[in-house]
């Protein structure tokens, strides 16, 4: 295992343990200040802030149809909502 990854996976085991860095260092033994600058070095290479995420989003096949009291039938394609919105206003 590469060293970047012990000392990664030394930082997870050390959050989860709930022990001290000092107790934690003892029990793995490692120098405090050595395990110090790798949780910082942990902490610099997380990624802050929002990520961005982009919905998947599948085309609309299917139709609407609205039947006016008058018995004029219209029929739109689900993906044209705001238009039929508009349609339905004018009636």
């Known amino acids: 295992m590469k060293k970047v990854a012990q000392m990664r996976q030394a930082v997870q085991q050390w959050k989860e343990s709930g022990l ?20 910082a070095r942990s902490r610099e290479n997380a990624v802050a802030g929002f990520i961005a995420l982009k919905p998947q989003v599948k085309p609309i096949s299917e ?21 039929l919105s508009e349609l339905i206003r004018l009636a």
Do not use: D, M
């Open 20 to 39: 001290t860095q000092k107790a934690y260092c003892e029990k793995i033994g490692v120098k405090r200040t050595t395990f110090a600058s790798w949780v």
């Open 63 to 83: 139709s609407i149809e609205v039947i006016y009291p008058n018995g004029v039938r219209l029929k739109i394609s689900a993906s044209h909502i705001p238009i």
